[in-house]
Every structure is written in C-alpha cells, then in structure tokens.
C-alpha cells in the first residue's frame, strides 16, 4: 500500500499539464471625466441672443430648436398680420372721414364708423399683444438654453433617488407610508 501511495505521489507530482490560456484583465475608468466648464452657461445664451436656437444647439439640446422656431415664426406671422389687418381698417376709416370710400365696396362697405373704429382696436390688441409673445419667447429661448447648460453640470445619478417606501408600525403592525431621501456617498 505504501508503494502505490508513493508512486501516485511521484505521479501527481511529475504531471505536466498544461494551464488554460492566460486571461487578462482590463481595468477601466468608470468616472467620467466631465470638465465643468462655468462658462458653458453664459456661452449657451450669449448664442441664443446672437441667433434663437443657436444655444439649443450649443447644448446638444436639437429638438428644442424647432420649437424654438415655431412659436417665433407663429408670434411672427400673427403680428403681421394682425398689423395689415389694422392698417387696412385705419385706411378706410381715414377715408370715410375724408368723404373718399367707396359704399359698394365688398368687404367694407356696410360696416359704419364704430365698427371700423372696433377693428381698428381688436387687430391693434391683438398685434400689440403678438409683439410681447414674439418678445417673451425670444427671451425664454435664451433662458431655456442658460439652465439648461447650468443643469447639464449637475450630477444625477443613483446615489440620490426620492423613492415611496413602505414601513410596518411595530406597534400596531399597520403599514405607513412615507418618503425616503437617500444620499449615499
């Protein structure tokens, strides 16, 4: 018994074998190294001022840019005409004040002096009122684009969530619902 004990022995020992391929591991950076820029903001809406939109696209942001365009070119469309609309009512009244209309005109022909004086302040309303929209989205297309670049310096990840979370009373052994900030560092 002692002979085949060392002679497995000498036989386990004097084995050549031969090891599976070498694996290798690489290692790599799982922290992104994302340069704040403080200066991003203030470039994304100094191009936004220069050109609507141009921010938006600063940011990487490019579906906003045709919002950004449509309410502009809608604000836009809406203000010229509103303005036409005015100035074709203020023409025929200055001429019915001057004697010069025409009674048999189509469009203004059966309309009296306080209807055309009505006009003349709906459509003056409403173009005065398309200015300021024109204005407020030119102003938020270069607000949008500032905070938008601000947020995009912010660390959202997993290690901070807002998430419900049921708790059992130890007392009563009822459910109690709440919320949990979790910050893990």
């Known amino acids: 018994m002692q002979k085949i004990f060392v002679f497995l022995l000498v036989l386990f020992f004097s084995w050549n074998s031969f090891s599976q391929e070498e694996v290798s591991l690489i290692v790599k950076d799982t922290v992104k190294n994302n340069r704040i820029d403080p200066l991003a903001p203030s470039k994304a809406a100094f191009y936004s001022a220069i050109l609507p939109g141009l921010g938006q696209a600063h940011n990487k942001k490019y579906w906003k840019i045709p919002l950004v365009y449509i309410g502009l070119g809608v604000s836009i469309y809406s203000y010229t005409w509103n303005n036409k609309e005015y100035h074709k009512f203020r023409d025929e ?93």
């Open 93 to 185: 009244y200055k001429r019915r004040l001057d004697g010069t209309f025409d009674p048999n005109h189509p469009i203004y022909g059966n309309l009296d002096k306080a209807r055309l004086i009505s006009a003349q302040k709906f459509h003056q309303k409403n173009r005065d009122l398309s200015a300021l929209i024109t204005g407020l989205i030119y102003i938020l297309n270069i607000v949008d684009a500032n905070v938008d670049a601000h947020l995009m310096q912010f660390n959202v990840n997993d290690n901070l969530s807002l998430r419900p979370e049921l708790q059992q009373n130890q007392i009563d052994y009822k459910f109690n619902t709440g919320l949990t900030l979790i910050y893990n560092f």
